[in-house]
Each structure stands twice: as C-alpha cells, then as structure tokens.
C-alpha cells in the first residue's frame, strides 16, 4: 500500500503539472484525447482479461499453457483493435474539431492517440500474467519507473515547451516503457512457444460476444462526461471535467490494490467462503479511505482545487459531487472485476438495456447545458449501474454457492 500511494504520488504531481502547465482551452484537447485511448483500450479488452483470469486461475503454475493463453488473446486483441480503430479515430477527431482545434493541428493529437492504442494492446495482458503469479512487488516497480519517467519529462516540458500534443507524446513514450518492462518481467513465467489455442480463442469469444453491447456502452461512458460538455458544453467544461477526474485519481492506489491483490485471490478461490471473504476485505480497504477522503472534501476542497490552479478555483461547489460519482464508478469496477474473475459475466448482458433506459429519462428530463446538470447526469447513471451490478453479482455468487454444495 505505501508503494502503490508512492506510484500514485508520482503520477499525480505529473498530471498536476500538466494541467498547471496548460490553459482550460489545451487542457481541454488532452483531456478528449486522454479519454478517447482509455475508451479504445477498455473496448477491445473485453473478453480478453476475464479469459486471462477465468483460465489463468486454474493454470497459472502451468508455464506452457500460460504462454498459449497469452499469445491466443493477443492475437484476439489484435484482431479487435483493427476493427476499432478506425471509428475511434474519427470519433476523436470530430471532438477535437467541433470544440474549436485547428485542422493543422489535429494530426499531432491523433499520432499520439494512434501510438497509444498500439501499446496498450499487450500491456495488460502481461500485466494479468505477473499479478496471477503474485509478482505485486515487480508490477509496482514497472509502475515506479514508469512514474519517474512520466514526471521528469513533464518538468521538463513544462520548462521548455508546454504543448498539450507534446504532452501527449510524452506519456506514451512512459507507456511503450511500462510495456517493456512488463513484457521483459513476465518471460521467466512463460514458455517460449508461439503457439495459440483454437478452444481458448473460442472461449474469449465467448465472453465477447455475449457483451459486446455491454462492452461499447462501458467503453463510451469512461468519456460520456467529455462527449456530453463537447456537444453541449464548451472546452473550457472538458477541461474542468479532466481536471477533477485527476483528483479522482485519489481513489487508484485503493482500487489497484484490490486488482493486484484480491481480484487474483478470488480467481483462485476454491469456495464460497473464500470468495465472500476476500470481497469482504477488498471492499473495507476500499471504502474506509475513500469515505474519509469525501468528508474531507466536503470541509476543505480548497486544499484540493489549489494544486490545480487558480484557474479551477471555481470547482468548489462541484468537486464533492464529482467524486462521489467517481467513487461509484470505483465500487461499479471493482465488483464487476470479481465476477470477472470468476467469469460470471454472461448475464451482464441485462446491464446496458437497463442503463440506457434510465439515461434515456435523464436525457429528457434534464437539461445538459451546464456543468451541475451533465454531473447530475452521470451521477444518477452510476448509482443504477451499481445496484443492478449488485445484483448480478448476488445471483451469480449464490447459483455457484448453490451448484458448489450440491456436488
């Protein structure tokens, strides 16, 4: 834990600088670009991290059956970000044109969003295998240089050329770093084979396909915030939406330890009992420091808005409601990443029908020209996510309970 708020500390003093470093109007162009890689990325990693998990759980100790699994999902992955990268380019590239970017520029934004999504097709694929093989310790280390890296270059930018798109190109070069770190750190753990598994293939699919709907309203809703202020709003309200999503990173290095720690321990949980314990202690971990920090929000956040400038000192009245949310988003993920683990995800097929009729009433009842009613928005959004996640997770855990018993 105290390796991982280090990590954090690093990569939060990095954003930190970049947002002091640009204006509302740049910060606002990194901000959808940002954004649009993490919704590229979380699209075509459906199927493939559960797979990783559901199978890796039970072979993990097994050298050459983990080195097929890998080279089978990244040829999967592969595959997936062909077929999306091309809509993900154009989507990008018409937020950063209709909030004002100047077409001589847009080929800087998207080279960097290009490169990004090429090096973040592996990355968490390795990143699975070590946290399978309980190597927490060297996961963090990849983190940690990554961190320093990041951050020296941003000093250095911001002391000779603080530009949003060299910014930009910048963390990627950090990412292809991490990727090479964790890719070298895993070979000990894999066989040399090149080989790939049809029966694995099949079985990616077929936690793909079932929630590929699922899988583009997930993707889309990391940046709905972003296309709401992009369509209806302004840059400047991007950029106040990217700046307090860097706050929001508070929550990582609780969430990350749940990843890293108890997501692998559930995958291989043999019972019930074992499964419903570990939840249990990942879910206290995760809710006592982060309700602390909301009530610390609500008496002083000044303190938080004044690393981000004086620019932002407007936020006040939003911040506690933004992270709120980010907090619900949190509790959404970590529950989904167990069943996941476990690979009861086939039902999940009820969640995006349920949630677009509930934003379908938002959007009709609301009225999205301002930053309090695009929060309120999401915030509603969130809550019904997670109790219908809640649920699922209920019925999942208590049908295996039930089949557990009567074998």
């Not at 595959?79 to 999306?84: H, N």
């Amino acid at each position: 834990m105290s390796w991982q708020t280090i990590i954090l500390l690093l990569n939060a003093v990095a954003g930190f600088l970049v947002i002091r470093a640009l204006s509302k109007t740049d910060y606002g162009y990194y901000t959808i670009v940002f954004t649009t890689l993490t919704m590229f990325t979380n699209i075509t990693n459906t199927g493939i991290e559960p797979a990783i998990n559901a199978i890796g759980g039970r072979s993990w100790q097994d050298k050459n059956r983990m080195a097929v699994l890998v080279n089978t999902a990244r040829r999967f992955r592969k595959k997936a970000g062909l077929y999306f990268a091309l809509p993900i380019l154009i989507y990008c590239s018409w937020q950063l044109l209709h909030t004002g970017l100047s077409g001589q520029f847009l080929a800087l934004f998207l080279v960097s969003l290009v490169a990004g999504g090429a090096v973040l097709l592996n990355t968490s694929i390795y990143v699975c295998v070590l946290r399978l093989n309980g190597r927490v310790k060297t996961l963090q280390k990849a983190e940690g240089l990554t961190g320093l890296c990041k951050l020296s270059g941003i000093m250095l930018l911001w002391l000779l050329a603080p530009e949003a798109w060299l910014f930009l190109w910048w963390i990627v070069c950090c990412m292809a770093i991490q990727y090479a770190l964790v890719w070298f750190w895993s070979r000990p753990i894999l066989s040399t084979t090149s080989s790939t598994d049809e029966r694995i293939s099949q079985q990616i699919s077929d936690l793909f396909k079932p929630n590929i709907v699922n899988t583009l309203y997930w993707a889309f809703q990391g940046q709905i915030l972003v296309f709401l202020a992009a369509l209806f709003g302004s840059t400047e309200q991007i950029a106040e939406i990217g700046a307090m999503g860097r706050i929001a990173l508070l929550f990582a290095p609780f969430s990350l330890l749940i990843t890293n720690y108890f997501q692998p321990a559930v995958a291989k949980a043999a019972d019930s009992r074992e499964i419903s314990s570990n939840i249990k202690k990942a879910f206290a971990w995760l809710s006592i420091p982060a309700l602390g920090m909301l009530g610390l929000v609500f008496f002083a956040p000044k303190l938080f808005l004044w690393v981000l400038g004086k620019q932002y000192f407007n936020l006040e009245n939003y911040l506690l409601l933004f992270l709120s949310i980010s907090l619900l988003t949190v509790a959404q993920a970590v529950l989904f990443g167990f069943c996941s683990a476990r690979g009861w995800v086939k039902l999940f097929y009820l969640y995006t029908p349920f949630i677009l009729i509930v934003q379908s009433i938002l959007f009709l009842c609301l009225k999205l020209d301002s930053l309090h009613s695009i929060l309120l928005f999401k915030g509603i959004s969130e809550l019904g996510a997670l109790l219908l996640t809640v649920v699922l997770f209920l019925y999942s855990f208590y049908h295996f309970r039930k089949t557990s018993l009567t074998k």
